[in-house]
């Protein structure tokens, strides 16, 4: 019984695995097999996220099967929502960087954190959204501005500051915003829909 060999280490050889031989592809049919634009395809060339492919005698663009794979592997990327240059760390790793599980957690780790950051952010739209909604279907069919209409029409005053796109109550606009997270720090109680959504774009505004 021969010695058994021993298993690789965790982060190393973990490049693409080679792609089957066969015959070169036109870029449309590459297109097709890989589910990527023409256009897009293009893009990732001239960027260099894909590298020159060999060219026929009359100059027509001949890609081997392993482009196809490397799209895919793009293309699941992207819809993980990494940009396109942490993509392009991505491929470098994959294509037989040392210690490339390490490397390619922390890149994960950050992309969790944005992700994380545009949940927050969304579910503080959808509350805004939600108030809006709400105060243009009771509204709807009686006289008087509509809730939505005046909130988008509102003006700021001064860096940072959002008004009530309606005239001010009796007791005056609320000043001051909660900054105890997104999600709940964008509808105040007793705050019009105007406010609330004038304070959600203030705040992304100063964290921009």
Do not use: W
């Not at 590459?30 to 060219?55: M, W």
């Not at 809730?147 to 001064?158: D, F, M, R, S, T």
């Amino acid at each position: 019984m021969g010695a058994r060999a021993a298993p690789a280490s965790r982060g190393k050889n973990t490049s693409l695995p080679p792609a089957p031989a066969g015959p070169l592809l036109p870029i449309g049919q590459l297109a097709r097999q890989s589910g990527t634009g023409v256009d897009t395809l293009r893009y990732y060339e001239k960027i260099g996220l894909l590298p020159p492919p060999p060219r026929s005698a009359g100059g027509q663009r001949l890609y081997p099967p392993a482009f196809a794979r490397r799209l895919r592997f793009i293309r699941k990327a992207r819809a993980l929502g990494f940009p396109l240059e942490v993509i392009r760390e991505l491929l470098a790793l994959a294509d037989g960087s040392l210690d490339s599980c390490a490397a390619a957690a922390e890149r994960a780790a950050r992309q969790l954190e944005a992700v994380r950051r545009q949940i927050a952010e969304l579910t503080a739209m959808a509350g805004v959204l939600e108030t809006l909604h709400a105060a243009c279907t009771a509204g709807a069919g009686t006289p008087g501005p509509c809730p939505l209409i005046e909130a988008l029409a509102g003006e700021e005053e001064g860096p940072g500051a959002a008004a009530d796109p309606r005239p001010a109550r009796a007791e005056g606009p609320a000043h001051g915003r909660s900054r105890g997270g997104r999600g709940g720090g964008s509808k105040g109680p007793g705050k019009s829909p105007g406010e609330n959504f004038s304070m959600m774009i203030s705040e992304r505004n100063d964290d921009e």
